[in-house]
């Protein structure tokens, strides 16, 4: 996969208007308004937008579905879970929405704990919740490069299968890239051997640099016989016209989560992850961390990709991502709200300075 950085949004695909103080309208969902953010995606130079997933939201295949159908460069993000799927059964269906887009399927696995029990799965412990996501992962990559896959292993078998239609290569893009996320140990061995792409919520260069490290000589130690991982960052940028007047809003953003207790600024609320109590243990550290990470949302409810921010002017934020990318970084997936607005605000305002920087300035950011 290519090397040169990408820009992704986020759709977060909610059953509840208000995520994260968006606008409140009763047809947030609806099928217009997705379209409308997916085409202000594309229009304003974004590669497409993870669409989030969990019980209780909209099925997000679906969605993927109907917005790749109603775009042309819109290129879906698709969330999944291994519970909510059999591999060959998943392997055909994203197979045939890859086909039917031009190869604009991408797709994230999510292994983090979720209401099982609603929609019928029985995962057990950690291990055998990572041990399932890392056989899935497996299973699908063959059946989407093989033909007459066998497979007898502790969590799927298969024999003589061949999932239809077959994916298309595109270059060195043999199939839909896996993203994934996770910082346990056991998140961690599945990425190092599993993923295409893995996924850090927003801490500090220093503990970023640490995790590509650390995966980096998994990779090694654990023989990963796939392309190198590649590394992504999920994180709210939130970007004004002046600094003084950025960290007025950020503030002022904040003093309304804590008016609500947090309500709809958290996804995760049912279980405390690893990754998401990294995040929280920043407070310690200070309010703003590096030049411009904000932590305080965390302390009043903000979950997940909210619960730090990049605060600034758009030069401000550019160069905290330029210097996320010279630690190894090559997806970006950021957000702020209310989301249509700054889909098209931070497009026009952010990426042309990320895109354009002279490969000279992004190296030299290794060393700020």
Known sequence: MTQTPEFLWYIPNQAVAGHR????????????????????????????????TGWGRPDCFTVGTALAARTT????????????????????????LDQLSGG????????????????????????????????FMRLVRRLWTERDVTHRGQHYSVANST??????????????PLYFGGASAAAEQVAATQADVQLFWGEPREGIAERIARLKALSRDLDRDLPPLEFGLRITTLIRDTREQAWRDAEAKVAQMAQVEGAGWHDH??????????????????????ENLYTTPGKFGAGGAATTWLVGTADEVAQSLRRYAALGITRFILSDTPYLREIVHQGQALLPLLRNAPAEDQRAQVDA
């Open 163 to 176: 999932a239809e239609p077959r994916i298309t290569p595109r270059g060195d893009r043999l199939h839909p």
């Open 21 to 52: 103080g968006d606008v409140g309208e009763a047809d947030h969902n609806s099928l217009e308004t997705l379209t409308e953010q997916a085409r202000a995606i594309e229009a304003n130079g974004w590669a497409g937008a993870l669409i989030g």
């Open 73 to 96: 460069r819109f290129n879906p993000l698709i969330a999944i879970r291994p519970g909510y799927w059999q591999p060959a059964q998943f392997a055909s269906a994203a197979a045939t």
């Open 104 to 135: 604009r399927v991408r797709i994230n696995i999510v292994s983090g704990k979720d209401d099982f029990e609603a929609y019928g799965d029985s995962e057990g412990d950690q291990a055998h919740r990572y041990g399932r996501t890392a056989e």
């Open 269 to 290: 609320r049912r279980v405390v992850a690893e990754g998401q109590q990294r995040l929280l243990d920043l407070q310690a550290q200070g309010e703003v961390l590096d």
